[in-house]
């Protein structure tokens, strides 16, 4: 017997529209990979595999969007919300590939994201309310996937980026500082406030584009949430609110998770004794001159020479 | 070779002390001690370890072996926040901090608590030469000779016992260097101990009264600086000062 989501992937697969789509959307892949070129952004090939696994992804998964909607046992739902922050920390340490990253975003993104989600699933608890995400019946049964999973992968999704893009910032700012930090540490003071302006500036670069969102709200963006709830007819104004509350939340989990991430992460620049771990910036330093970026053109020589090898071993044995 | 064992009554003692990095010996046994009475210089061609033998003093870096005494107490046991106050450092860079000159005098007095009045600041910039105005200023508008002295400066607000700098003047103009140089003698004469990491000669003729001469991690000689400038002529010193790659 041939499962449902598979016959509904082959179902939409048949249509001619789709091919379509996904033809002009290689087109705008091309187009982005074309610029990266063109700039030595050396993002290439992150482009062409992101999108390609993205892709895959996003159709796999709403194909069984259907199943887990209709998920009402809480362990199920925090047990996809697990596997959801489990992969965002793998995400994050592939981009990000520093030592601990993986254990350390994971942890991160995991404790700050189910804390903000578990606190909004249960708000229905507070008198006279149904809660945050709409639970109908008050009680535990009323929770699903329909509500809980989309609005978690928001969470989680923007924990995973605003702690990336703090930790990518921490990293280059301890080394471009390392000077300033060592004049502080001769001072007597500590590592965590001889950097505590570096990870000042993190949390800044992470949380204003989401802040000047907010800010932007209603006159520049209208945020797709909203704008599918103002389709499915709830109230705008109702609408709006909801979305508010949203963008608090993802602010939160963002705002926690960045702070976990960097407390962690630049904890390894230094010793207990309050000096530079010079074997941390040595393994940094290398990590940095063995791009993990790897131009497309570069890949393509690699496999090149890959199948002469293959072709030249073959001819030596016959 | 005339290298002195530690003892107990040095400032410094150094122990079989190594220090390397992945495999790469920087600093090798050295066993030496430091007894500042004036000025003590470390010089010593690129690459022979000053630096990081200046860094250990101060536990910036541990040694990888060995042990480093201060006052007769390994620093190892010692808390680095609490030794750093006891040790001052000036880098070859000055490393201010954004803001004013103030705040950047303020910075190690108050991770101390050491109140200080506005007076008392200026006294400070006194030291270093510098004018009382300059105490409101941005450092961002501030020469490069300006920047280091309010880096001895910040240094010395720490009310520090031992100096320890890492080629101050290295950056700086012929003026600057010269108002340096003195501000260094006075602390000196004020008993404030100084260990100089330097790269020229005639800083060290200038301004020390004992040195410690470092060629490729080896501690090659322990003496006072009339002896190593009288026993030495110009040539046979300027060959000790080429490294390995003859530099």
Redesign the interface.
Known sequence: MVPQFLIDIWDSLSQTSIWIRIGLAFILLVVLIGLSFWQKTKLESKFFWSFLRGTIQVVLFGSILGLIFGVRKIWMLYLILFFMCLFAGFTNARSYPYPRMFLIGFFAITSSSLVIMTLVMFSYVVPGFDGIIPNETGTIAGLTGEYVIPIGSMVISFAMRVSGIAVERAKSDIIKSKGSIEAALALGDSPYRAIQNILRDCYRAGLTPTINRVASLGIVTIPGLMAGMIIGGIPPVEAAIYQIVIFLMLLSASFITSIITNILFTRQFFTEKQQFDINFLNKIAKMENQTTRTLLKERWKKWREKIKRKKNSVETTE | MNTTKGSFSSLFSLEDVCFD??GKVILSKINVAIDTSGITGIIGPSGSGKSTFLRLL?????PTQGIVKFKGSDI?DMK???L??EI??V?Q?P????GTVKSNLL??PK??NIDYLDSELVKLLDTVSLEADFLERDIEGLSGGEQQRV?LA??LA?QPIVLLLDEPTTALDIVSEEIIENTLKQLASEGIKIIIVTHSLEQTKRLTEQLLFLKEGLMIEKTTSKDFFERYNDQEIHSFFKNKEGK
């Open positions: 990095i992945e101060n536990k910036l870096i541990s190892a680095s926040q609490e750093r106050k001052g450092m880098l860079r490393f201010l901090f954004k910075y190690g991770i101390w880096s910040r240094s720490n």
